[in-house]
């Protein structure tokens, strides 16, 4: 039981702030309702109406997820190899240098393709 109890400290005070934050949140939080704040993903701002069918999405918006989940994938692959460094030698540096010359290439479509530019 001594070598769980640091784990159960910290759970108790990790729950004990969750709650703390909740019940001062309540108390000393805004109280202006109105029907924009009970509308579904509400943001304060009243929603502006879409067209039928659902209308266009500029391309940047598609652009930021695909580098997300680019660079996303990255760091998975990036972690492994920095703790495996020592037993992959030149191979691991060769195999690691030419994977982040792709994702430099898609870097610079996203670059160049201006998805990185908001107006």
Known sequence: MNVYTPILVLGLLAFGFAAFSVVAATFSGP???????????????????????????????????????????????????AVAFDQLALFGLIEMFLFIITVLVVYVYVWRRRGLEWE
Do not use: H, S
């Open 31 to 81: 109280k202006r309702y109105n029907r924009a704040k009970y509308d579904a993903y509400e943001c304060g701002i009243e929603p502006t109406p879409q067209p039928i069918g659902g209308g266009r999405f500029p391309v940047k918006y598609y652009l930021t997820a695909m580098l997300f989940i680019v660079f996303d994938i990255e760091i998975v692959f990036l972690y492994p190899w």
